[in-house]
């Protein structure tokens, strides 16, 4: 699994010009699931995503987690972070097939959840429109292969 964590002060997902999922505070995941990945690599990606530390404590160091903030997550589907980019048209046949992927991502987000945090998401395959204002900016990539 891999996925693109954005430390945001709010964030949203449409889908045919309804809202669809919306946050404040919190981590916008974009999340792309892999031929190889399992149920346990969702629950290792949430534990990291939850866990991350990268909230400003009261010295403006980045120190707190989503917890400590009271954090929601907005997750959305991002087969495109398999892309193979060595041509100028990407390829996408390193991305699982829906049949593994939709259930893994709803594993992160079930995995999330568990962890008591309120999760917004997108729809797997929808054509979405994702709005954030990116905190920071943070950014991080996270890969588990």
Known sequence: MRA???????????IDDKLHGAIQRGFLVL??????????????LADKVCGLRVFEDERGKMNVNLQAVGGSLLVVSQFTLYADCSQ?????????KPDLA????????SACRERGFPVEHGEFGADMQVSSVNDGPVTLILDME
């Open 88 to 96: 100028r048209r990407p390829g996408f046949s390193g991305a699982a």
């Open 102 to 109: 939709i259930p893994l991502y709803e594993a992160f987000m």
């Open 31 to 44: 999340l792309g699931v892999g031929p190889r990945d399992t149920e346990l690599t969702a629950a290792k």
């Open 4 to 14: 693109v964590v954005t430390r945001v002060s709010s964030a949203s997902v449409e």
